[in-house]
C-alpha cells in the first residue's frame, strides 16, 4: 500500500506543478483527502507556523513595493550596471541575489532582467552570460535570506536541535555566494560572441531586433520609497539579531517554567509591525500592496505549502517504520542522495520552501545530522532544471538578439550549465564549512 500512497503525493505533485499558481497546494489538498479517506491515515498538523511566518513577510515586503522601494532599487542597479558594463555577467547575479536576499522572494528579478539584457546588448556583451547567472542567482540567494519561506520553514523544522538562525546563514550565505560566483565563471565564457551568432544575425538581418527603450517604473516619492526600504532592513535585522541571540528574545514564565518568545512569533511580530509602519509613515494604501507581484507570489507559496506540506507530512508519519525499514540505512551509508532527493523534488514542486517542508522531515527522521541538512540546503533550487519556471521564461523573452534559449533536446537550454555549477559548488562548500 506505501507504493500506492507514494503514487498518489506524486501524482498530486506533478499535476499541481503543471497547473501552476495556487495548483501546486490545493491538489496537495486533493492528495490529502485521498490519503485520509481512503487508506486512512490520520492528518498530520498543518503547518500552520510556517504559514504565518511567510505571510507576515510578505506583508512587509509588499507594502515596501507599493511604496516605490523595489521601483528605487531598480533604478540604482540600472545605473551600477550601466556604469560599469563590461564586468555586467559578474555584477548582474549580485544584483539579482541581493534583491532576493533582502526581498525573500526570486520573483523581484523581473524588474531586472530586462535592464541587464539592454545593458549587455549596448556593450555587445553576448546577453545570455548576464541573464543566465542572474536567474540562478535568484534562484540560489532564497537558500541565503532569512525571510525567504525556505529558510523560515527549514528554521522551524531543525528548532529541536538548538540549530539559530545565524547558524543557518553563516553556512548558506558564503556557500551560494561562492557557487553564484563559480557559475558567473562560467557563464562569462559561454558561446559565440554576440555578434558571431547565428540566430542573433539572423534576427539582425531580417530586421527583427528593434532598439525600443527600456521603461522602468518612476518612483513617485524619493523619500517614501527610501523609508519603506530602511524600514524593511532593519526588521530584517531585527529578525537576524533575535535568532541569532537567545538572550535578546522576551522571556515569559509558562506554567512554572520561563521559556524565550519563539522564533516564529518574533518573525510575525516584527514583520506585520514593519508593514503597519511603512503604510503609517509613507502613507501608503493597504489595498495597494496587496495588488503587486510580490504579494501574489507570497500567497502561492503560503497555499503551496498549506497543501503539499500537510500531505507529505501525513504520508511520511502514516509510513515512517516502513521508510525507515527501506531506506534508512542506505541513506545513513550515502547521504548524499538525500541531497539529490531534494533535488529532485524541487525540480516536481518549483518551490524550495514546500521541497523543504515535505523532505526535510524525512531527512531528520532518518536520522541526518542537522548540520549536514543545512549543507545541502541548496539542492532545493533545482528548479532550473525544467526550462518552464517564471522567471527563466521572462529572461527568454527579454533577451531579443535570441542567445538564451531553450535548446533542441530541451535539457540543453541556457540556464543548465551555470545552475548545476551554482547548486554543485553551494553544496560542496557547505560541506567544507561545516567541517569547519
Known amino acids: 500500500m506505501i507504493f500506492l500512497q507514494l503514487f498518489i503525493v506524486l501524482a498530486a505533485i506533478i499535476i499541481g506543478a503543471r497547473l501552476g499558481g495556487i495548483g501546486l497546494g490545493v491538489m496537495g489538498g486533493v492528495g490529502l483527502a485521498v490519503l485520509t479517506f481512503a487508506f486512512g491515515l490520520a492528518p498530520t498538523a498543518p503547518p500552520i507556523d510556517v504559514m504565518l511566518m511567510i505571510v507576515a513577510v510578505i506583508a512587509a515586503a509588499s507594502c515596501m513595493q507599493a511604496a516605490g522601494g523595489m521601483d528605487l532599487m531598480v533604478r540604482i542597479a540600472e545605473r551600477l550596471l550601466r556604469k560599469n558594463p563590461s564586468k555586467i555577467t559578474l555584477l548582474s547575479p549580485l544584483v539579482t541575489y541581493l ?24 556593450t555587445k556583451i553576448r546577453p545570455e552570460r548576464p541573464l543566465s547567472i542572474a536567474v540562478i542567482a535568484s534562484q540560489q540567494a532564497i537558500t541565503a535570506s532569512p525571510i525567504s519561506a525556505a529558510t523560515v520553514a527549514l528554521l522551524g523544522l531543525l528548532a529541536g536541535f538548538d540549530i539559530s538562525l545565524l547558524d543557518i546563514l553563516k553556512i ?3 556557500a551560494t555566494l561562492i557557487g553564484v560566483l563559480a557559475g558567473a565563471f562560467y557563464a562569462m565564457r559561454t558561446g559565440k560572441e554576440m555578434e558571431d551568432d547565428p540566430e542573433y544575425r539572423r534576427r539582425l538581418a531580417s530586421g527583427e531586433i528593434e532598439a525600443l527603450p527600456i521603461h522602468l517604473s518612476d518612483v513617485a516619492d524619493i523619500r517614501k520609497a527610501r523609508i519603506s526600504i530602511v524600514l524593511f532592513l532593519l526588521a530584517t535585522g531585527c ?15 509558562v506554567n512554572g517554567e520561563i521559556r524565550s518568545l519563539g522564533m516564529p512569533a518574533i518573525i510575525e511580530i516584527v514583520m506585520l509591525s514593519a508593514a503597519a509602519l511603512i503604510l503609517l509613515l509613507t502613507r501608503t494604501d ?5 495588488q503587486n507581484s510580490i504579494f501574489s507570489a507570497g500567497m502561492q507559496a503560503v497555499i503551496a505549502i498549506f497543501g503539499i506540506a500537510w500531505m507529505g507530512d501525513t504520508f511520511i508519519q502514516g509510513n515512517l517504520p516502513e521508510l525507515r525499514n527501506g531506506v534508512e540505512e542506505l541513506i545513513r551509508e550515502m547521504p548524499w542522495l538525500f541531497g539529490l532527493a531534494l533535488f529532485v523534488m524541487s525540480i516536481m514542486l518549483y518551490s524550495q520552501a ?16 542537522p548540520w549536514l541538512l543545512i549543507a545541502m540546503f541548496p539542492a532545493v533550487n533545482g528548479y532550473f532544471f525544467i526550462p518552464n519556471y517564471p522567471t527563466i521564461v521572462a529572461a527568454i523573452n527579454f533577451d531579443r538578439t535570441g542567445t538564451t534559449r531553450i535548446g533542441k533536446y530541451l535539457l540543453n537550454h541556457s540556464f543548465m550549465m551555470p545552475g548545476l555549477i551554482a547548486t554543485g559548488v553551494s553544496i560542496g562548500i557547505g560541506m567544507l564549512l561545516i567541517i569547519l
Open 286 to 290: 493597504g489595498i495597494k500592496a496587496a
Open 354 to 369: 514546500a521541497t523543504v517542508r515535505a523532505m526535510m522531515p524525512l531527512g531528520i527522521a532518518f536520522g541526518i545530522s
Open 239 to 253: 529578525i537576524v539579531l533575535f535568532g541569532s541571540f537567545d538572550t535578546l528574545r522576551p522571556a515569559f514564565t
Open 99 to 122: 534583491f532576493t536576499f533582502v526581498a525573500g522572494t526570486g520573483h523581484v528579478a523581473y524588474s531586472v532582467l530586462p535592464v541587464i539584457a539592454e545593458v549587455a546588448r549596448e
Open 172 to 174: 548558506s550565505i558564503p
